[in-house]
């Protein structure tokens, strides 16, 4: 297993673990200080650098909060789409934005916008309740895919 790999798998089984404690109601008393989103932040990143997995501890961070649903869908859409721009822009830096990557990038954008029509679809007819209990179920396939991945 390779150093990556073994991140991934750590990480991966951090958030199915918190994903499964979340389902079963736990709940963070989150008070807003700026120490735990530094802390968020920190984790977030390094996820981030060392596996791809960055928004996977956030995301279990805002379930744990008391935020609505809406305010954790506004949360993690704009926390993508600053990662994307962040990313995108290092990776052209560093010359890794090619051609192919464009072309792919392209190829992906309409079934990318038909994803987000059905997600918001799906969003404005489910309950509070139902829009955790999905997202809960997405970060743990995700990690469970992670996993799998590094494993194999």
Partial sequence: MAPADAIRVAI???VLSACLL???GLALTWRGD???VIGVGLVSG???GAASLGGLPVAVFLLATAFSAAAIRASLNLYFL???IYGTAALG???LVTEVTLTRSALLALPVAVGIGLGHAGFQ???PATFRRVLLVLL???SLAGLIRSIL
């Fill in 12 to 14: 991966s089984l951090a």
């Fill in 82 to 84: 600053v990662l994307d």
């Fill in 125 to 127: 007819v489910a309950s």
């Fill in 46 to 48: 390094l996820a981030n």
């Fill in 140 to 142: 743990a396939s995700l």
């Fill in 22 to 24: 979340l389902w079963r």
């Fill in 34 to 36: 700026g120490r735990t």
């Fill in 93 to 95: 830096l560093g010359g």
